[in-house]
């Protein structure tokens, strides 16, 4: 969004009280489209300067994929390569302390509803587990992550080390002023 992250953000960050920074990050434009789907090592090294910065300053950190585009419009084109790209992921950090979480997609919409979602994640989820069986991972419904469907998301009941996450945009007047994509004044 034409912001570049800098060292003395995390500072200030951390001066202002904060413990916590979540960084959206869209994996798919550094991911190529045919199999195996590797990620490019340039969002790697700016994904773990950025987490370098916020442990130094003591804030835990969420990753997450961000405006992957092609899986809200055709997410059944889509289940290997999102699942290859948290098979990287969670190769790449499992090594890394568990005060980074990964959020699995962000405010999954559009073509992806409930009922696809719920089958889609898991093979995410799976994929996160095989070397980060204790990392917490954070799951949210469709249709934007809306708290109203929350009761439409099917977690595993097996898996403790999930955290539903939902969205709340009301009122839409306040919650999205000045925002440029928005109607709201």
């Known amino acids: 969004w034409g912001l570049y992250l800098k060292e003395e953000y995390f500072v200030a960050i951390g001066e202002a009280g904060f413990d916590s920074v979540r960084v959206p990050i869209r994996w798919s434009k550094y991911t190529d489209v045919n199999p195996p789907f590797a990620i490019q090592k340039v969002i790697f090294d700016r994904v ?67 009922e696809i979602w719920n089958t889609i994640f898991p093979e995410a989820l799976a994929a996160i587990r095989e070397t980060n069986p204790e990392r917490y991972v954070i799951i949210g419904p469709d249709n934007w992550n809306n708290i109203q469907r929350l009761s439409s998301l099917e977690l595993p009941d097996d898996d403790r080390r999930i955290i539903a996450t939902f969205h709340y945009y009301l009122p839409h007047e306040f919650t999205h002023q000045s925002a440029p994509w928005s109607s709201a004044a």
Not at 50 to 56: P, T
Not at 73 to 88: C, G
């Open 48 to 114: 773990d300067w950025v987490i370098e910065q916020a442990f130094a300053n003591d804030l835990a950190v969420i990753i997450n994929i961000h405006h992957f585009d092609a899986m809200m419009q055709m997410p059944e084109f889509q289940i290997e390569r999102f699942a290859a790209i948290w098979q990287q992921i969670a190769e790449h950090y499992k090594d890394y302390p568990n005060s980074l979480y990964f959020e699995i997609l962000n405010e999954p919409n559009a073509k992806l509803e409930a």
